[in-house]
């Protein structure tokens, strides 16, 4: 099975600080996702990579940033914690190749960070 | 970006009720896939669907790729208490290299009282 692990599942931070949000899969994915859950409004996606040292923004990509400096880990970096980023992160991955076999992610538990 | 539109927001249910959700957009998309989000995990894919008027079960689940292809549907059948979570819809246009860039509707809670 795939396991995709999210360092933390719960973080409390102060605004301002620097938050890394850590993510590992150990399939050998190319891509990675990273994406935020509010109630009432779904997953969102903030970023994404599809090889190492490659990243495209997603929907929601202000404020954040990422690193993919190996292919089983994508982090995700808020340079600046604010209080409106208080959400559920989620990371995913998925095998390479177009069109069906992109679709099926496969997700971390997600870390709930508050910022305060 | 495109939206999704998912609806009910919340079902309560008692055990053993069948359970019809649905997702609708105002553009059209190749594929659709239900995810289910268990409490205190990530989602996890239920059922894709490639084809305009797919009709896919996958034991009590039954997804449905609209003919417009702009709307799915998800039916569960006798629901039982492990059914609880929150069912999302997606969506995707496989053109050229997509990565998988889904867009999520809002979500479903489902609660089952036993």
């Known amino acids: 099975d795939v396991k995709v692990t999210q360092s933390s599942r719960y973080l409390v931070k102060r605004t301002g600080e620097k938050v890394f949000l850590e993510c590992v899969q150990d399939?050998?994915?190319?891509?990675m996702f990273w994406y935020r859950q509010d109630p009432g409004l779904g997953l969102r996606l903030i970023y994404f990579?599809?090889?190492?040292?490659?990243?495209e923004k997603g929907d929601i990509p202000e404020g954040y940033s990422v690193s993919r400096e190996k292919k089983e880990r994508f982090s995700l970096i808020l340079e600046s914690a604010s209080t409106n980023q208080t959400s559920m992160y989620l990371c995913?991955?998925?095998?390479?190749?177009?069109?069906?076999?992109?679709?099926?992610?496969?997700f971390g538990s997600g870390t709930q960070l508050s910022v305060l | 970006g495109q939206q999704l539109n998912q609806s009910p927001q919340s079902m309560f249910i008692q055990e053993g009720e069948d359970v019809s959700m649905n997702c609708t957009s105002s553009?059209?998309?190749?594929?659709w896939l239900w995810y289910k989000q268990d409490p205190g995990e990530g989602p996890v894919l239920l059922i894709a669907?490639?084809?305009?008027?797919e009709l896919t079960s996958n034991g009590r689940l039954t997804a449905q790729f609209g003919i417009t292809r702009k709307d799915s549907f998800l039916n569960i059948s006798a629901s039982i208490p492990s059914d609880v979570g929150i069912y999302f819809c997606?969506?995707?246009?496989?053109?050229?290299?997509?990565?998988?860039?889904?867009?999520f509707g809002q979500g479903t809670i489902l609660t089952v009282h036993p």
């Open positions: 995913a991955s998925s095998p390479p190749g177009q069109g069906i076999a992109n679709e099926k992610l496969f």
């Open positions: 399939m050998d994915h190319e891509n």
């Open positions: 997606a969506g995707l246009n496989a053109g050229g290299t997509s990565y998988g860039k889904l867009t």
């Open positions: 553009s059209i998309f190749n594929t």
């Open positions: 669907l490639y084809k305009a008027g």
């Open positions: 990579s599809y090889d190492v040292k490659m990243k």
